[in-house]
T-cell receptor
Framework: NAGVTQTPKFQVLKTGQSMTLQCAQDMNHNSMYWYRQDPGMGLRLIYYSASEGTTDKGEVPNGYNVSRLNKREFSLRLESAAPSQTSVYFC?????????????FGPGTRLTVL | QKEVEQNSGPLSVPEGAIASLNCTYSDRVSQSFFWYRQYSGKSPELIMSIYSNGDKEDGRFTAQLNKASQYVSLLIRDSQPSDSATYLCAVNRGGSYIPTFGRGTSLIVHP
């Protein structure tokens, strides 16, 4: 049971390049989330998916797109990276609706945009 | 005003002391409250959840919730250097699975 996994762990992009951050969970969780964490800013929600086939914007969605590929996988895409997107990105998941609403986090992706 | 407020710290306590971390929230319909610990360069991990007014103890950790005053706190007894980390407070509205996180309080436990 690996929990929540993320790839890659580190990435450096040039302004304007695109990339997809991958996230997968093997805990049969319904809800999945993407956050970014910047120094002094705490965790800010980018997008979330309450269940397979649904996605919704969070607090800071501009410049990002997401895909809930199936129940296990939730990817985050940067179409044209900007230096302001330099951050640490965390994927998280929550158990079944009606169950405990605690979050389980992946190890993070450290992204630098030059 | 951010919905969940924490003092950024750092809070510095000597080894063996009680560390007290506080969090206030603005949404009165909040029903679930969490404390996550985050070591430098690592992801957040849940250490306590609390849903009812009062105290909840788990080992050296005690979470305290006061919904009337809209605050939740975390006490760490017999603090150890290994407790040095950033502590994130998170709050869920009733029926929501979308928590709002505070910015975190940095705790330093010095020998």
């Amino acid at each position: 049971n690996a929990g929540v996994t993320q790839t890659p762990k580190f990435q450096v992009l040039k302004t304007g390049q695109s990339m997809t951050l991958q996230c997968a969970q093997d805990m049969n969780h319904n809800s999945m989330y993407w956050y970014r964490q910047d120094p002094g800013m705490g965790l800010r929600l980018i997008y979330y998916s309450a269940s397979e086939g649904t996605t919704d914007k969070g607090e800071v969605p501009n410049g990002y797109n997401v895909s809930r590929l199936n129940k296990r996988e939730f990817s985050l895409r940067l179409e044209s990276a900007a230096p302001s997107q330099t951050s640490v990105y965390f994927c998280a998941s929550t158990p079944e609706t009606g169950g405990p609403d605690t979050q389980y986090f992946g190890p993070g992706t450290r992204l630098t945009v030059l | 005003q951010k919905e969940v407020e924490q003092n950024s710290g750092p809070l510095s306590v000597p080894e063996g002391a009680i560390a007290s971390l506080n969090c206030t929230y603005s949404d009165r319909v909040s029903q679930s409250f969490f404390w996550y610990r985050q070591y430098s360069g690592k992801s957040p991990e849940l250490i306590m959840s609390i849903y009812s007014n009062g105290d909840k103890e788990d080992g050296r950790f005690t979470a305290q919730l006061n919904k009337a005053s809209q605050y939740v706190s975390l006490l760490i007894r017999d603090s150890q250097p290994s407790d040095s980390a950033t502590y994130l407070c998170a709050v869920n509205r009733g029926g929501s699975y979308i928590p709002t996180f505070g910015r975190g309080t940095s705790l330093i436990v010095h020998p």
